[in-house]
């Protein structure tokens, strides 16, 4: 199935998560800023941020996994961290089984700091992290925009501005950001245009089941 797919270097993809049954991933402010600390921790090293919303119970990034050579390099930081560790040649090493474990630690991790705020117990997100690989630029193009308008499509906002948890006002703004912020509207041709299609342009026929 293609939501299965191995994160690979070098390639695009469409990340996506809901949370377990009627449940919500972020309950206030608080929440949403450690997911994305503990985004920045763990996923950061190993992916380019293209575009990201936060939504109450699901979310969507756009990433292109970083090359081996980078991703080896803090695969060899954590391990020489720790107190008796075995690393690995690069050439054994599983880059893909790598790559899915950090999403999996970032995961729990959060899971286990909202299980402890909120006094619950169990799993948060559904068993699996959901993703589609991005070939083409116009799909690229049509992904951010359905990222950024994900919550004018459930109707939690009327304007893209007003959500504060989606990159795209980081992407407007001129101050120090972790997205690939120039990449991202150079998809758009400029900034003007960046902002025209997102405000002219619906793309709610773009598939993502369940969210």
Known sequence: ??????????????????????????????????????????????????????????????????????????????????????????????FDKFVMQQFSNFFNCYTKSFNKKHNRKGALFIDYLRRTLISEEEYLRNMVLYIHQNPIHHKICNRLEDWKYSSYNSILSEKSTLLEREEAISWFGDLENFIVMHTTKNIEYLSTPNL
């Open 1 to 94: 199935m293609k939501y299965f797919i191995p994160l690979e270097s070098g390639k695009f993809y469409h990340i996506f998560n809901h949370a377990v049954g009627n449940e919500k991933l972020f309950r206030n402010d608080d929440n949403y800023i450690y997911f994305l600390k503990k985004y920045k921790e763990y996923i950061s090293p190993i992916s380019r941020t293209y575009s990201y919303v936060l939504m109450p119970n699901h979310f969507h990034f756009l990433i292109e996994i970083k090359d081996k050579d980078e991703i080896y390099k803090y695969y060899l930081d954590i391990e020489l961290k720790k107190e008796t560790s075995k690393v690995k040649p690069e050439n054994e090493l599983d």
